[in-house]
């Protein structure tokens, strides 16, 4: 197996807990599950959300495990040059097909909103080049250097 097949399995796998994480929590009469990760090193949230068989929503908790699936795959799918992505979104119908969108460029909405030094933390785990850093995090990052003693 070369090493781009273990990387592919070492993600997949990381979804699969993921994806069976937040089907454990599916509360009866579910048609399809909407899950928001946005994670930085120190700090993650995420919001669960369910469409019943009717179309009525409601909300749910992901289990600690898909936390933890999510934070193995950040680091599984970080690209030397690209770093890895902030915030996955996960949707599956109840016959558990999915589909998966993992951003690395758009500023994640967290709430509350983090301080910069988190992005500062996760650019020195997840290295990007300047030409895969966009606007948004150089002026976080200029931000938290800004605010180091």
Request: charged share 30%; aromatic share 10%.
């Amino acid at each position: 197996m070369t090493k781009s097949e273990m990387e592919l399995d070492e993600q997949s796998r990381c979804i699969q807990e993921a994806l069976q994480g937040l089907v454990s929590r599916a509360p009866e009469g579910w048609s399809e599950l909407r899950y928001a990760y946005r994670s930085t090193v120190g700090f993650s949230n995420s919001d669960l959300e369910f469409t019943m068989r009717d179309g009525s929503k409601e909300a749910g908790t992901a289990p600690v495990a898909v936390f933890d699936a999510l934070d193995d795959l950040r680091h599984a799918m970080h690209e030397l040059e690209k770093g890895t992505w902030f915030t996955a979104l996960i949707t599956a119908d109840s016959s558990l097909r999915y589909r998966t969108n993992f951003d690395y460029d758009s500023e994640p909405h967290f709430v509350p909103q983090i301080n910069a030094a988190s992005y500062l933390e996760d650019m020195r785990h997840f290295p990007r080049t300047e030409e895969n850093t966009p606007d948004w995090l150089r002026r976080r990052l200029a931000e938290a250097q800004n605010e180091a003693p």
